[in-house]
């Protein structure tokens, strides 16, 4: 089992920045690729940016192209997203989540989930 916790969402202003960080503890050995997901209410969750624990491949969503950034600690087993030119469209809960696959950024490949981090951007 994997046990991932968030933090860093809060309050931005549009064109603003934050940064989320997720810890992985457990079988840290057991999974592939790391990623961030958002989920609004009444919409499905959804991929917007992930990253393979082996070899940092990257995939994202083309709704955060250019603004967002992704890396991934392995001496820390902890993920960042790093987010920038806020918009309020950005406004979700963010999860962190763990899969077993490599390469995958879809929802139903991933088995661990933290408890989501509430991200907010408004004027």
């Known amino acids: 089992q994997v046990q991932l916790v968030e933090s860093g969402g809060g309050l931005a202003q549009p064109g603003g920045s934050l940064r989320l960080s997720c810890v992985a503890s457990?079988?840290?050995?057991?999974?592939?690729?790391i990623g961030w997901f958002r989920q609004v209410p009444g919409k499905e969750r959804e991929g917007i940016f992930c990253?393979?624990?082996?070899?940092?491949?990257?995939y994202y969503a083309d709704s955060v192209k250019g603004r967002f950034t992704i890396s991934y600690d392995n001496t820390k087993n902890t993920v960042y997203l790093q987010m920038n030119s806020l918009k309020p469209e950005d406004t979700a809960v963010y999860y962190c989540?763990?899969?077993?696959?490599?390469?995958?950024?879809?929802?139903?490949?991933?088995?661990?989930w933290g408890q989501g981090t509430q991200v907010t951007v408004s004027s």
């Open positions: 989540a763990t899969s077993a696959l490599a390469g995958t950024c879809r929802r139903t490949h991933y088995d661990y």
């Open positions: 457990g079988s840290t050995l057991d999974y592939s690729t």
């Open positions: 990253i393979s624990t082996r070899g940092g491949s990257t």
